[in-house]
Every structure is written in C-alpha cells, then in structure tokens.
C-alpha cells in the first residue's frame, strides 16, 4: 500500500507564498517522477509542476518564475514553493508520483489534496 499525504495548503493574500510538501510512504522500491497537479473549481485538472528522479524539471507556463519543485528522494517527498501568488492560482492542489511498490506493479498515486486560496 503506497500513501502519498499532503500539507502546506491554506489562505494567503495576492503576492504572498506557500510552499507545500508531499510525501510517499508505504511498501515503495523506487519513485520516478513526482508532480502537483490542481483543480480549479469548474476546470479540469492541469499539470503544475513535475521533476523526475534525476531532477529534471517541467513547469506549465503560467507559474514558470513563480514556483519551484523540488524533491528529497531519501525522504520520498516533493515539494511546491509558490511565490507571487495570484488569484487565479486558487486550487485544490494534488500531489502525483510514479511508483514502483515493493510487492506490486509500477503505477500512478495521488494524493488527497490541499486547498490552496489567493484572495485579500
């Protein structure tokens, strides 16, 4: 059983910043690439921001500058810093990766989502 658990979310003012965290736990043997995707009231889900193992790294175009992902693969955990919030940014975050299970095959896992909210 993989578990991937969220925090970080909250309330901030346009201009301010949150940095989320996501980590996997459970019967893992490896982890490829890990990612946030959000959800916007109404929308469909879109990619964030992803990093591969080997750090490599992707960003959608309308947080490049802004945000940075990051991981700590002795910990299983994927981080978000978002600065310059805006408005439109206001989310229900969720975390990804691709992971092999110790007893299982290769396969996607989400996390449960944190609220994210810009407004003043």
């Known amino acids: 059983q993989v578990q991937l658990v969220e925090s970080g979310g909250g309330l901030v003012q346009p201009g301010g910043s949150l940095r989320l965290s996501c980590a996997a736990s459970?019967?893992?043997?490896?982890?490829?690439?890990m990612g946030w995707y959000r959800q916007a009231p109404g929308k469909q889900r879109e990619l964030v921001a992803a990093i591969t193992s080997g750090g490599s790294t992707n960003y959608a175009d309308s947080v490049k500058g802004r945000f940075t992902i990051s991981r700590d693969n002795a910990k299983n955990t994927v981080y978000l810093q978002m600065n310059s919030l805006k408005p439109e940014d206001t989310a229900v975050y969720y975390c990804n990766a691709d992971v092999v299970p110790g007893t299982s095959y290769r396969d996607g896992y989400w996390g449960q989502g944190t609220q994210v909210t810009v407004s003043s």
């Open positions: 459970g019967s893992i043997f490896s982890i490829y690439a």
